[in-house]
């Protein structure tokens, strides 16, 4: 089993930053992809970024060139630096993990853009 805890999210003006971590622990393989999702009131979950095993990234076009994905292996943490946030982005933010044949969501952090 598979743990993941979100942190970091909170109350942000427009234009203002946030980072958001998510920590795995437990029985982790060495060979595992880890993304972002995000969840509005109203509105289905989507995909923000994702990072695979080897490091490369990927960005919904929304958020290209704002955010970043980036993970620490070491400490089996990925990190979501968000820049230039706009009142859209407001959303509950999941962290997810995916191995060979399981995925792993963690417990959400919401992110409101508001002034």
């Known amino acids: 089993q598979v743990q993941l805890v979100e942190s970091g999210g909170g109350l942000v003006q427009p234009g203002g930053s946030l980072r958001l971590s998510c920590a795995a622990s437990g029985s982790i393989s060495s060979v595992y992809s880890m993304g972002w999702y995000r969840q509005a009131p109203g509105k289905q979950r989507e995909w923000v970024a994702g990072?695979?095993?080897?490091?490369?990234?990927g960005y919904a076009e929304s958020v290209k060139g704002r955010f970043t994905i980036s993970r620490d292996n070491a400490k089996n943490t990925v990190y979501l630096q968000m820049n230039n946030l706009k009142p859209e982005d407001t959303a509950v933010y999941y962290c997810?993990?995916?191995?060979?044949?399981?995925?792993?969501w963690g417990q959400g952090t919401q992110v409101t853009v508001s002034s």
């Open positions: 997810k993990l995916a191995g060979v044949g399981v995925t792993f």
């Open positions: 990072i695979s095993s080897g490091g490369s990234t």
